[in-house]
């Protein structure tokens, strides 16, 4: 299969760079709260003014040096700048030690950015803060920040950045915690723009792959009377693939009647031949005896096509 048709490998390739320009995304004056000098000095980052650790050459042992500046509430992430370390490099300092700090190092962090905490999520490296607490940091501390999306679920889903910390926080925050639940209804009344969107599609293709398929029956109900349109978009077949593979038969069936009224158009579709290719692979013996079906007497003009071969 094309790399088109697959299901989350596209975003990570588009979008997991920390090389990406400040200029993506500027804030206003009232975009973070100022981080103070013990965000640092917790994580063991030297804030001497010449290179990491090491003092200038004019200045003596005893020499004091200057601490870091805070993050001016009248500028970016991108206005920062120790000892010329660009905000990538710092983020990803921040990233690195949060992997391999103890549970109270993490605390004095946390307890730094949760105010900042929706800002962090829309930000070009923020964002890779707020993913790493849902990857290593405790329950409590990924509640916590649940607790700063909730209300925001579609904005971040539709943001560049904020949509991989909705995909984190739906892959490492238990299933069972009321909050998931509540999260992904945020979504009810908007399935069918967020699968349409380049970063929505992502987290709806999440919420499918880790949350109990019983709470998704909103989005198979989206998608009645849809599936044809969605199977030949270019971001739309990747959520019915992921739909054919995780939600309930009963979920499934309804999908595939609409597929199976449209399989002759589908293969022959840039996009709707991965759906097809995906029935033939994964799909249920008498839904693949009804695609043989349908392409019978066809298969050598469709060899010649260019998607249906």
């Known amino acids: 299969m094309s790399p088109v048709a697959n299901s989350t490998t596209g975003s990570g390739s588009r979008r997991d760079s920390l090389t990406g320009s400040s200029d993506l995304y500027k804030r206003t004056s009232s975009s973070l709260t100022p981080i103070g000098h013990s965000f640092y000095n917790g994580l063991g980052f030297s804030s001497s003014p010449g290179p990491v650790g090491m003092p200038l050459p004019s200045q003596g042992p005893g020499h004091s040096q200057t601490p870091p500046p805070s993050l001016s509430s009248h500028g970016s992430s991108s206005s920062l700048n120790l000892a010329g370390i660009t905000p990538g490099l710092l983020f990803r300092f921040i ?15 946390f307890n730094e950015i949760l105010q900042a905490a929706y800002q962090l999520m829309v930000d070009v490296f923020g964002n890779y803060v707020i993913q790493k607490f849902f990857e ?12 700063r999306i909730r209300g925001h679920v579609l904005s971040l889903a539709l943001q560049m950045y904020g949509c991989r910390v909705i995909q984190k926080a739906l892959e490492f925050i238990p299933p069972d915690q009321q909050v998931i639940n509540e999260m992904v209804r945020e979504l009810d009344g908007h399935v069918l723009k967020c699968v349409k969107d380049q970063n929505g599609n992502h987290v709806v293709q999440k919420c499918i792959e880790c949350v109990q398929p019983q709470s998704l ?29 995780h939600c309930l038969p009963e979920q499934t069936l309804p999908i595939l009647e609409e597929l199976h009224q449209h399989t002759e158009q589908l293969v022959q579709d840039q996009y709707g031949n991965y759906v097809i290719q995906h029935v033939l692979e994964h799909g249920r013996p008498e839904d693949k005896s009804k695609i043989v079906a349908e392409i019978r007497g066809n298969v050598l003009v469709l060899s010649q096509h260019k998607f249906a071969r």
Do not use: M, N, W
């Not at 030690?97 to 605390?107: F, G, I, M, S």
């Not at 009377?225 to 270019?234: I, M, R």
């Open 95 to 109: 990233q690195l030690k949060l992997e391999r700090a103890t549970p109270a190092e993490r605390q004095l962090v």
């Open 136 to 147: 290593f940091g405790s329950l409590e501390q990924k509640l916590a920040l649940a607790e």
């Open 217 to 245: 029956q909103f989005i198979i109900d989206a998608f009645k009377g849809q599936v044809f349109a969605l199977s030949t978009h270019p971001y739309g077949c990747r959520v019915i693939q992921r739909i054919l593979e």
